[in-house]
């Protein structure tokens, strides 16, 4: 995935700040990534592979969908 694919995937709409693409077969939005989380990352993975793949985005939240960056570090802790 480029930047500009990435970019994409969290552009907004301008008037209400929302993220345009919603969660689908493909798509997945969480608000951070937490290790204990991590089997239902695990489960949602496998699932994009017995399809036709896709992508967790981490730093948007559910209702309403807003891209709000990670309110933790914990990918920094991870092995």
Not at 19 to 25: A, G, P, Q, V, Y
Not at 68 to 75: D, E, K, L, R, T
Request: aromatic share 10%.
């Amino acid at each position: 995935m480029t930047e500009k694919d990435f970019l994409e995937l969290i552009e907004c709409n301008k008037n209400t700040k929302r993220l345009k693409h919603r969660e689908n077969s493909q798509l997945e939005f969480k608000a951070n990534f937490n290790k204990v989380d991590f089997a239902l990352y695990a489960k949602t993975l496998a699932a994009f592979c017995n399809n036709l793949g896709g992508k967790i985005v981490f730093g948007v939240k559910d209702q309403p969908r807003e891209a709000i960056g990670m309110s933790n570090n914990n990918f920094n802790d991870l092995d």
